[in-house]
């Protein structure tokens, strides 16, 4: 744990950290000083992101969490409040995306389990009275729709009107937040090397486009945008609230 860490004597509840940009988050907090809930519906990989975080000399706990789970949800976060005393930072960072899922799955994760995060998380943070923030994982296709070498539907419509809505409820829960200090804001990533866009990788047509497309001319890091939700939860973005910041390598640019 960095003894000038950036959120030192901070508490954080991460959800979608087993893999992934959650896992960066997570590991990276802990490497700030904070102490992590590594939470995941899949228990082994919380688990592990958890004992790889205290490896490194940080604090951490894991959970699982079906965050389509309103129950689920509000335990997460009372859970860790129990383990610390306290709760400062919310990453609602599960989500789900592909042909393999139906609307109504992908809806759940992306769009209704933020939700719960902020509602819940929201609360609580008033509730404690010292402020605290909020970071929603979006997407850059939560402003964009896409036409891919694949046929209709860009991303996946209901990934792309899943992570519209994560823009919304960004926006709203900023203002409800605003006056108690609580800050609520979203990241809209690119294309990002993770196993979400496994299936990418293995279609040629698909890899080219999307790397092809990207300015940069590369797939994302996860680390790249765990940077990104940690400048969210500092006391570096004090004054950044209600927003997105994109993290697209400039696809949104062209």
């Known amino acids: 744990m960095a003894q000038d860490g950036r959120l030192n004597g901070k508490t954080a509840l991460v959800t979608g950290a087993g893999s992934g940009i959650g896992k960066a988050i997570a590991i990276l907090y802990g490497r700030e000083g904070a102490s992590v809930m590594a939470s995941d519906i899949n228990e082994d990989t919380a688990s592990a992101v958890a ?3 205290e490896d490194s000399g940080g604090e951490a706990k894991s959970l699982r969490t079906d965050t389509t789970s309103e129950e689920d949800v509000k335990a997460a976060i009372q859970t860790t409040v129990s383990a610390w005393g306290k ?7 599960a989500g789900i995306g592909g042909p393999q899922y139906t609307w109504e799955q992908v809806i759940a994760v992306n769009e209704t389990g933020v939700y719960y995060g902020c509602l819940h998380g929201l609360q609580q943070l008033i509730k404690q009275g010292h402020g605290g923030a909020i970071v929603n994982m979006s997407s850059m296709m939560g402003i964009i729709g896409a036409t891919n070498p694949i046929g209709p539907g860009g991303a996946g419509h209901a990934y792309h009107a899943s992570k519209h809505a994560v823009i919304g409820l960004t926006k709203q ?13 979203a990241i809209c990533p690119g294309w990002i090397d993770t196993p979400l866009v496994d299936l990418i990788k293995s279609a040629e047509p698909l890899l080219e486009w999307t790397v092809g497309g990207t300015p940069m001319g590369r797939l994302g890091r996860p680390e790249e945008i765990a940077s990104v ?20 390598g400039g696809w949104t640019a062209k």
């Open 87 to 93: 709760i400062d930072i919310v990453v609602n960072n």
């Open 229 to 248: 939700a940690l400048f969210l939860a500092s006391d570096d973005s004090s004054y950044v609230n209600g927003t997105y910041i994109l993290a697209d």
């Open 51 to 53: 004992a790889q975080i």
């Open 173 to 185: 829960f900023g203002l409800d937040g605003a006056p108690h200090n609580v800050r609520v804001n």
